[in-house]
């Protein structure tokens, strides 16, 4: 590349900043479109349910450990390593949790589902990256240990105490919960008034406000740390360097398997938090297999997100909210089928203009299908409502995958020494 | 190389690998704390079970042996089948519901049955095909999406259709006349071992063939060894993803028809999940070969269907064989590449040997 092109690369925004200073402004007009649809389908359908503060707060709580295992899905993959393994590490966390919660308090207990989380992905490092085995293959036999080792664990530990059994463990103390005071009531007051917008927007900060637990923030925390950690930070340049040319990487000089390693161990504590969420927060108790293929929606939810931060914030929220209303009634979620159902449609009318006829034909048969369906029935079983998760991955997979971009050398194995 | 070397590389993994799950095991039960030693484990593991449990061992394997040529057929050419399991899920599913309906009669309606089992298989993992080839989206992502949605329609249209007893839900009994038993070779009481046993056979040699003596199998492998060259000696990549997608689908719909056919009669409680897996270890461990995974098949089937008398015995959870399962699968791929790595090493010296001889002639 000559001089003068440099130059003129410095001088102009690049094509990439305009189109990621685009994607922010795109953020905010869904989200704000999103809110006006949730409140007019609310008003035509009289489901108050759907953005009433209670609704919201069980997706918090649902969309937690889903974040948790999706920030762990983005440090490892950002780094290059796909970690399917994040289901068994989970697992592990739900262990530790309860183990060390129980014989030395909550706050230990995080630590030690970190701990336990770590130790699963030190398996998948070690297997991974000083070996070089298949990133698929070690995360398929990180979940096969991980599903047996807290079974096993768990009735060789918890049998015997009390509030103990071989599948469970109960009677944990559980992590404070903070509620601003004041300004909780009065947001809760106004989500029960039932105006347009102004009752959906209050419902969701009345979420924030009430009971909500110190984990929560705990993770809210730990995104924006990411978001900074991996952008900002010489240390997330090299991290993401790793993912997208191991070898370039390392002829600069960086230690790629020491930032992989980093980057699979903070991969698998941030999937053991994920467990800890589950069993300290989300419920009363340890119970073997809790995560429930929470570690899967996860690693979904990252890639929904566009191995972004934020991106997986939004998409684990959405999944959170859709099983946090297949809980509630099912009338709520006949209501949104209209919501999707225009949503998919005016989709459908935007990508046919930018002359994507065949992802608009998709697009549109999909939301006249979605349409008749909330026309021509009453409610929706609750099962179609679990569905959704994987659904709209597939779906966002499958029309929108130009859009995403997992970093370059994700998934392949790199042996040091190779760059030459 | 001579063939006895060969053979003794060929070896040198898995044993190292089984070596390592059995001291991973033995640590973690001596970690335990259990009243039970790691001794007493592998005295109650290794002991010679009885007629009963040998006829479960048979008939386990060959269920997962089924298993493992599913996820094999991808795995031969570097496609990952995550998905047998929703897809066996699935298919059992409908096939149970179909010849539960008894439209057709007895032996008609096993192979009926049989079809539509392989037929809901392939169309599941043709999904994922379909999505690789046209879409680019990767298998591993959407297969293991299919699976989550397999369980829930599953689970879902059973208790819509289902029969409900009790607080169990399951599909319309198979007819008498479309039962398969299967071969005594104890006393009654324990068990055959079932007909249906015989698709892992046919599954098997089929494999085999298709492996070795057809051009789609020499494609097949081609294509796993290097896509690159494959493409570039003229083989269609998207067709061959296609088509190995469907078959592996169709090999998943058998899974668990044996038992079926065999004992089950409907699809309900009695449904075994998970061997989806259990197959893709057992790929895995047999290194995707049609024998190798014989082995591993059986090595499975005997530390679970084992694993079951250790809590009469001890005090150990019978959920630790997943472990030494877990342990054995990741241990035997790290041993091949250790191997793999130390087999390019050594020929690299053979051949510098090779080169500098006769430049060092040369030169006196």
Not at chain 2, 153 to 181: A, M, W
Not at chain 2, 280 to 290: C, E, K, M, T, Y
Not at chain 2, 329 to 353: F, G, N, P
């Amino acid at each position: 590349m000559s001089t003068t092109e440099t130059q003129l690369d410095k001088c102009a925004p690049s094509p990439r900043a305009k189109r990621v200073a685009g994607m922010y402004r795109s953020y905010w007009l869904v989200l704000l479109l999103a809110v006006v649809g949730l409140s007019l389908v609310r008003i035509a359908t009289g489901a108050d349910d759907i953005s009433a503060a209670n609704t919201l707060r069980a997706a918090i709580l649902s969309a937690c450990p889903i974040l948790l295992a999706g920030m762990g899905g983005l440090w490892s993959e950002r780094a290059g390593v796909v970690n399917i393994g994040l289901e068994g590490q989970m697992l592990l966390g739900t262990w530790g949790a309860a183990y060390f919660t129980y014989h030395y308090g909550p706050w230990v207990g995080l630590l030690g589902a970190a701990a336990f989380g770590a130790i699963g992905g030190l398996m998948h490092a070690i297997a991974t990256i000083t070996f070089g085995v298949d990133h698929i293959v070690s995360g398929v036999a990180i979940n096969i240990i991980g599903l047996g080792a807290t079974v096993f664990l768990a009735e060789a530990f918890f049998s015997d105490l009390q509030y103990g059994g071989p599948r469970q463990l109960t009677g944990l103390d559980g992590l404070p919960f903070v509620t601003v005071p004041g300004v909780s009531d009065a947001l809760n007051n106004l989500n029960d008034r039932g105006w347009f917008v102004i009752s959906d927007v209050a419902g969701l900060l009345a979420a924030l406000t009430t009971r909500i637990s110190v984990m929560t923030i705990l993770i809210l925390v730990i995104v924006i740390l990411t978001s900074w950690l991996l952008w900002h930070t010489p240390f997330g340049l090299r991290l993401r360097s790793c993912g997208e040319s191991p070898a370039a990487a390392e002829s600069l000089g960086v230690n790629v398997y020491r930032y992989k390693y980093i980057a699979v161990l903070v991969s698998g504590s941030l999937a053991g938090l994920g467990g800890a969420f589950l069993a300290l927060v989300a419920a009363s108790g340890f119970t073997t297999n809790q995560t429930g293929g929470r570690g899967y929606i996860g690693l979904a939810a990252m890639i929904f997100g566009n191995w972004n931060p934020f991106g997986t914030l939004g998409a684990s929220l959405l999944f959170g909210y859709t099983d946090a209303l297949r809980l509630r009634t099912p009338s709520a979620v006949h209501a949104l089928l209209l919501l999707v159902a225009v949503g998919l449609l005016a989709y459908a009318a935007w990508r046919f203009y930018r002359g994507a006829r065949v992802a608009a034909l998709v697009l549109g048969l999909l939301g006249v299908g979605f349409l008749l369906w909330f026309l021509l029935t009453d409610t929706v079983p609750r099962e179609f409502t679990g569905m959704t998760p994987y659904v709209v991955t597939l779906l966002v997979l499958a029309l929108a995958s130009q859009r995403l971009r997992p970093p370059a050398a994700d998934g392949q194995v790199y042996r040091k020494g190779s760059a030459g | 190389m001579s063939s006895l070397k060969r053979i003794g590389f060929a070896l040198l993994a898995p044993v190292i690998a089984v070596l390592i799950a059995v001291l991973a095991t033995s640590i973690v039960i001596a970690a335990s704390g259990s009243d039970s030693s790691a001794t007493d484990f592998w005295s109650v593991i290794l002991s010679k079970p009885d007629n009963r449990l040998l006829v479960n061992i048979v008939n386990q394997t060959t269920m997962i042996y089924l298993a493992a040529v599913a996820a094999a057929i991808g795995f031969r050419m570097g496609l990952f089948n995550i998905g047998v399991e929703g897809q066996y899920m699935l298919a059992s599913y409908t096939a149970a519901t179909f010849a539960g309906a008894a439209l057709l009669p007895g032996a008609v309606n096993i192979l009926a049955a049989l079809v539509i089992a392989m037929a809901v298989g392939a169309i599941w993992a043709g999904i994922a095909g379909i999505l690789r080839t046209t879409r680019g989206v990767s298998e591993v992502i959407s297969t293991i999406m299919l699976n989550s949605i397999a369980a829930i329609l599953v689970g879902y249209l059973l208790d819509q259709h289902g029969e409900h007893g009790g607080n169990q839900v399951r599909t319309k009994e198979l007819p008498e006349s479309s039962q398969l038993s299967g071969w005594l070779p104890f006393e009654k009481p324990d068990g055959p071992i079932w007909t249906l046993g015989l698709l892992a056979v046919v599954v098997g040699i089929g494999f085999w063939v298709l492996l070795n003596k057809t051009r789609f199998g020499f494609d097949l492998r081609a294509t796993g060894a290097s896509q690159t060259a494959a493409v570039a000696s003229g083989i269609k990549v998207n067709r061959m993803v296609l088509v190995s997608m469907l078959l592996s689908g169709a090999v998943a719909g058998l899974i668990w028809m044996p038992a079926y056919f065999g004992s089950a009669h409907s699809y309900g409680t009695t449904f075994q999940a998970g061997l989806g897996f259990t197959g893709i270890a057992v790929a895995l461990l047999g290194r995707n070969q049609p024998v190798g995974m014989v082995f591993g098949a059986v090595l499975f089937a005997f530390l679970s269907t084992q694993s079951n008398t250790l809590t009469f015995q001890t005090d150990i959870s019978p959920s630790i064989v997943q472990i030494t399962q877990g342990v054995a699968v990741l241990a035997v791929v790290i041993a091949y590449e250790l191997v793999r790595r130390y087999r390019i090493r050594l020929e690299q010296r053979s051949v510098a040997k090779a080169r500098t001889a006769p430049a060092q002639e040369v030169a006196a």
